[in-house]
């Protein structure tokens, strides 16, 4: 079963607002990854945090991890057109061979 | 560099037909993975493999085969195509090693089943 799950599933906001996705996860991980998929495209890695690590931040992006919440948001500060996709995040228990757990994603709408 | 490609992007099956997808990677990576994606379902792994000639299942193996001859291949297959098996499919590969598990995504095949 995937691994986590993405809140709110749909968002929809005007350019230049800020977009706020959460991702809560079930079992300890290594580490926390944040993917973003273009409608018809493969997913692309966004950013990754790692479990003793508490925010990070490239560009536009902004991670979080509570670990003793399990949960983790991303943060996209001044939101843009084409930042519309959909949006996963897929945590790694270190253990598990390189695998990743994704979960069902938000689908963010961003309306110039 | 290609990164991860896969071949073909599209097709169309009949119950019962079978078919393989192609997945190549010029990253030298040790790992590679198949999932699905359906609506709402997010990505499920079919199968995968953490070096040439080794395989693995995933959360949803049923129906599918899996080959890693070659380090930079790995062929997904289907035997017998069912109406269930309609999805997109990806490849995705990386590297061996917990603190470099970001995977590289291919392109995606869309396979329909009728």
């Known amino acids: 079963s995937q691994q986590g799950e993405e809140d709110p599933q749909a968002l929809s906001i005007q350019e230049g607002e800020n977009a706020t996705m959460n991702c809560s996860y079930k079992?300890?991980?290594?580490?926390l990854q944040w993917y973003r998929q273009n409608s018809g495209r493969g997913l692309v890695h966004l950013i990754l945090?790692?479990?003793?690590?508490r925010e990070k931040h490239s560009g536009r992006l902004r991670v979080t991890l509570d670990t003793s919440k399990k949960s983790s948001s991303l943060l996209i500060t001044a939101s843009r057109a084409a930042d519309t996709a959909s949006y996963f995040c897929?945590?790694?228990?270190?253990?598990?061979?390189?695998?990743?757990?994704f979960g069902r994603g938000t689908q963010l709408t961003v309306w110039p | 560099n290609a990164g991860v490609t896969q071949t073909p992007k599209f097709r169309v099956l009949k119950t019962g037909q079978s078919m393989t997808l192609l997945c190549a990677q010029d990253?030298?990576?040790?790992?590679m993975y198949w999932y699905r994606q359906d609506p709402g379902m997010g990505l499920r792994l079919i199968h995968y493999?953490?070096?040439?000639?080794?395989?693995a299942k995933g959360e949803v193996p049923d129906g599918y085969n899996v080959s890693r001859l070659k380090k930079q291949n790995f062929l997904l297959g289907l035997e017998s195509a069912a109406p269930s098996q309609t999805s997109v499919y990806f490849c995705?590969?990386?590297?061996?090693?917990?603190?470099?598990?970001?995977?590289?995504f291919g392109p995606g095949t869309r396979l329909t089943v009728l």
């Open positions: 897929a945590t790694g228990r270190g253990s598990t061979l390189g695998r990743l757990y």
């Open positions: 079992t300890s991980i290594n580490n």
């Open positions: 945090i790692r479990s003793n690590e």
């Open positions: 990253m030298n990576h040790e790992y």
């Open positions: 493999s953490v070096g040439e000639g080794t395989t």
């Open positions: 995705a590969s990386n590297q061996a090693g917990a603190s470099t598990d970001t995977q590289y």
